[in-house]
């Protein structure tokens, strides 16, 4: 008996893998999901909308590789280059309901502090003007989340304005320049 379908062709998800000095920016795999569920699930995530459940954060860790077909572009699993150890997820980020797309930035548990964030988004602003050629990239930050401020802040993104978010509420608009952080 033969199968009632064909075979014509596939769909391949291309996500390149970036190394810095210290760090693999590469594709989530399903050994990334305790750390990124732990994550999701934290206190640490309500700057993003959470705390959220295993099967929420699994459908959102899926959408993360679905964001790379749909877009061209996505966010990273960002990995200690050593052991390959998720260390969070870094990239670019460009959801129905965002203005632009954005530079995404969050470290799961006990990476941060160690500027592992900001030499992970440094590569991506690199990636997203040089590679992509884009002409303009921000970020957008909950105004009460001093952490990824000062990060903003530390690679030289400049307070261009607000954006009010249907969900998250008012979120600042942080406008990268092509470079190097300060």
Known sequence: MSAPF?????????????ETARLRLRAPEMRD????????????SVTVGGPFDRVAA???????I??????????????????????GLVGLHHPEDWPEPEIAWSLFDGAEGKGYACEAAMAVRAYAYDVLGWKTVASLIVPTNTRSVALAK????????????????????WRHQKGDAQ
Not at 6 to 18: A, N, Q, S, Y
Not at 157 to 162: K, V, Y
């Open 6 to 18: 064909r075979i014509t062709g596939e769909t391949l998800v291309r996500i390149p893998t970036l």
């Open 33 to 44: 999901f305790e750390a990124y569920a732990a994550f999701r699930a934290s206190p640490r």
């Open 58 to 64: 699994h459908s959102q860790l899926t959408a993360i």
């Open 66 to 87: 679905g964001h790379w077909q749909l877009r061209g572009f996505g966010r990273w699993i960002v990995a200690d280059l050593a052991d390959d150890t998720a260390l």
């Open 154 to 173: 530390r690679l030289g993104a400049e307070l261009e304005g607000n954006y009010a978010h249907p969900v998250l509420g008012p979120l600042q608009v």
